[in-house]
């Protein structure tokens, strides 16, 4: 069965400092994963996805087959940084499953 | 253009009680999932419809939920006999093409607290 990991519930850091938010993914097929964001007052929303191998405001997602992991980085936070991450994986089915997700404070 | 809509926003129902959650996607998806996002919780997958596929029904908690969709359009999430432990946020997402990882697009989902 699919299952995907986030092992820290919340995360400070201070404003300028990098930042890394851990996910883990358990899956047997070919995995594709997503990172969704959740600003305060806002819908949850797409930031990006493995297979486009892009950058979305600054943060960057490399997919580590060897680790299972899929760690979302930033090398200098800002303040509109702070809101709840979600990792996500796709199955061969289509169905996207979420991980518990991530609260971001980036304090100024 | 109009996102995803869910109705109602808020629900305070009394235990024991049925209850009826709306999601209108946006047109032209073919995709809708329903989650639930228990307090302090993350999303919990509940169903998933896909065109005119059997949809995945294989994260509803209990026979006490069911959920509907008429072709592409309108699904109702159905909870009978409401216990304390679904309340929780109902967020409903549609999709255009998720074989082509087409993003979610989420609701802004129904607050359900049962009393």
Request: net charge positive; glycine share 8%; charged share 20%.
């Amino acid at each position: 069965a699919q299952r995907v990991t986030q092992p820290e519930k919340l995360l400070s850091v201070f404003k300028g400092a990098p930042v890394e938010l851990k996910c883990n993914y358990s899956y047997s097929g070919s995995p594709e994963l997503f990172w969704y964001v959740q600003y305060s007052r806002q819908r949850l929303q797409l930031l990006l996805r493995h297979i486009s191998r892009e950058s979305i405001k600054g943060f960057t997602a490399d997919l580590n087959k060897g680790e299972t992991s899929f760690h979302l980085k930033k090398p200098f936070a800002q303040e509109e940084d702070s809101a709840m991450y979600y990792c996500a994986l796709k199955t061969g089915a289509n169905n996207l499953f979420f991980g518990t997700g991530t609260r971001l404070t980036v304090i100024p | 253009g109009a996102g995803v809509s869910q109705s109602p926003s808020n629900k305070v129902t009394e235990k024991g009680k049925d209850v009826e959650l709306r999601c209108d996607p946006i047109s032209g998806h073919t995709a809708l999932y329903w989650y639930r996002q228990r307090l302090g919780q993350g999303l919990e997958f509940l169903i998933y419809f896909q065109g005119n596929s059997a949809p995945d029904k294989s994260g509803l908690p209990s026979d006490r939920f069911s959920a509907e969709r008429t072709g592409e359009s309108v699904s109702t999430l159905t909870i009978q006999r409401t216990q304390q432990e679904d309340s929780a946020v109902y967020l409903c997402a549609s999709s255009l093409w998720p074989e082509f990882n087409s993003p979610l697009h989420f609701g802004n989902g129904t607050r359900l607290t049962v009393t």
